[in-house]
């Protein structure tokens, strides 16, 4: 499976954008990005996917760069409840995978009040 | 509510002895998935179910782990004569009928191995 790199750990003020960096630079044709969210003592929750276009949904945007070996999940007004890891996968959409997602270590947003 | 129960949420048992945990669905129609997480790790994968066939395995899951999904609805994870190492959130997770590309993840349920 290709691999992500994303920082750590990221702060943020409550009310403020935040914008979470993922790289991937062995990105294949096929692979989406997807992005989850896990808050403490849950399991994670889905927050948004792509493949080449710029995505919005309700809980957030997904920006993708052009050549896809980049992108940026961004939150555009951070509240306390976004306190979370957040986790940055590519996910090959191939039958044989079973479209299975590998998980990294993601990155702890924390949301200062 | 993902419709994703697990049951144990938490189970507390002595090294060597059998644990099972159960997941149900909300709906048979979809692919069935297990992970497992450890403390300030992402879930690794475990195996994965499509209606009643098991499709795929992952290296971790030793012999000592068995997975079952009977007609194709709820399914078991049974883990023998554990060890400490066992101890983790194991988290079920199914795809939406469409198979949209979500997965939608249970609460999990957390085992503690003494």
């Known amino acids: 499976d290709a691999k992500t790199t994303q920082p750590n750990s990221m702060e943020s003020n409550e009310e403020e954008p935040v914008h979470l960096p993922c790289n991937h630079s062995t990105i294949s044709g096929t692979d989406y990005i997807h992005w989850y969210r896990q808050l403490p003592s849950q399991g994670p929750e889905y927050v948004i996917h792509g493949l080449t276009s710029n995505v919005n949904n309700r809980m957030a945007s997904l920006a993708i760069a052009e050549d896809r070996k980049s992108s940026t999940l961004i939150l555009h007004r951070a509240t306390l409840r976004d306190a979370a890891v957040y986790y940055c996968?590519?996910?090959?959409?191939?039958?044989?995978?079973?479209?299975?997602?590998?998980f990294g270590e993601g990155t702890q947003l924390t949301v200062n009040p | 509510d993902t419709g994703v129960s697990q049951d144990p949420r938490h189970k507390i048992t002595k090294r060597g002895q059998n644990v099972t945990f159960r997941c149900d669905p909300i709906?048979?129609?979809?692919?069935l998935y297990w992970y497992r997480q450890t403390l300030g790790q992402g879930p690794e994968f475990l195996t994965y179910?499509?209606?009643?066939?098991?499709?795929?395995k992952s290296r971790l899951l030793s012999d000592r782990f068995s997975a079952e999904r009977p007609k194709g609805s709820f399914s078991t994870l049974e883990i023998q004569r554990t060890e400490q190492g066992d101890s983790a959130m194991y988290l079920c997770?199914?795809?939406?009928?469409?198979?949209?590309?979500?997965?939608?993840f249970g609460e999990g349920s957390r085992l503690t191995v003494l």
């Open positions: 179910f499509q209606n009643e066939a098991q499709l795929e």
């Open positions: 709906s048979e129609h979809n692919r």
């Open positions: 997770a199914r795809t939406d009928r469409a198979n949209t590309g979500e997965l939608f």
């Open positions: 996968i590519l996910r090959d959409e191939g039958e044989t995978s079973g479209s299975r997602l590998t």
